[in-house]
T-cell receptor
Framework: NAGVTQTPKFQVLKTGQSMTLQCAQD?????MYWYRQDPGMGLRLIYY???????DKGEVPNGYNVSRLNKREFSLRLESAAPSQTSVYFC????????????FGEGSRLTVL | GQQVMQIPQYQHVQEGEDFTTYCNSS?????IQWYKQRPGGHPVFLIQ?????EVKKQKRLTFQFGEAKKNSSLHITATQTTDVGTYFC?????????????FGKGTKLSVKP
């Protein structure tokens, strides 16, 4: 099993450009999440999807949009990238919301110049 | 907003020494999870604690959840070089946003052989 797969692994953008981070899980999990990790800041939740067809804002949603395309896929879009969005982005999934462990993807390192 | 404070931020030990990291919350948690992130890697789930006063062991790792469910600790006995990484606690609050697992900022452990 691949678990949680994220693409791309690395990306460099210029300020104002847009891009989409893709995430797919093959564990038949209901809930999916996008986190960002910045040095010394831990992991902060951007958006989550408790189940297929629903999405909700997390702690730091500004500047991002998400789409739960189906049960397997949850994408994160930056419409107009800013240097403050330079970070490592992790997608995660869990069997159900509010309980159980999170399974993380390997991360996507994004640099905005 | 809710915060989970984790200390220390860094810990350098000699191989064979013990290591402890602590998490504290000002309000009661419904449960707490611990994750390990190797350098350059992604967070990997270690354990979840749910009950007041709970103690769980995994080989050389001992996890505790305080009686008031406001604090938790991870203790590693006789560290090895394979223990290197950042350890995160992550807590959930009663009545909190469904998706939001609040991560501490992590304790980065280095082990000198």
């Amino acid at each position: 099993n691949a678990g949680v797969t994220q693409t791309p692994k690395f990306q460099v953008l210029k300020t104002g450009q847009s891009m989409t981070l893709q995430c797919a899980q093959d564990m038949n999990h209901n809930s999916m999440y996008w986190y960002r990790q910045d040095p010394g800041m831990g992991l902060r939740l951007i958006y989550y999807s408790a189940s297929e067809g629903t999405t909700d804002k997390g702690e730091v949603p500004n500047g991002y949009n998400v789409s739960r395309l189906n049960k397997r896929e949850f994408s994160l879009r930056l419409e107009s990238a800013a240097p403050s969005q330079t970070s490592v982005y992790f997608c995660a999934s869990s069997e159900v919301i509010m309980s159980g462990e999170l399974f993380f993807g390997e991360g996507s390192r994004l640099t905005v110049l | 907003g809710q915060q989970v404070m984790q200390i220390p931020q860094y810990q350098h030990v000699q191989e064979g020494e013990d290591f402890t990291t602590y998490c504290n919350s000002s309000t009661t948690l419904s449960n707490i999870q611990w994750y390990k992130q190797r350098p350059g890697g992604h967070p990997v789930f270690l354990i979840q604690l749910v009950k007041s006063g709970e103690v769980k062991k995994q080989k050389r790792l001992t996890f505790q959840f305080g009686e008031a469910k406001k604090n938790s600790s991870l203790h590693i006995t006789a560290t090895q070089t394979t223990d290197v990484g950042t350890y995160f606690c992550a807590g959930r609050y009663y009545g909190g946003s469904q998706g939001n697992l609040i991560f501490g900022k992590g304790t980065k452990l280095s082990v000198k052989p």
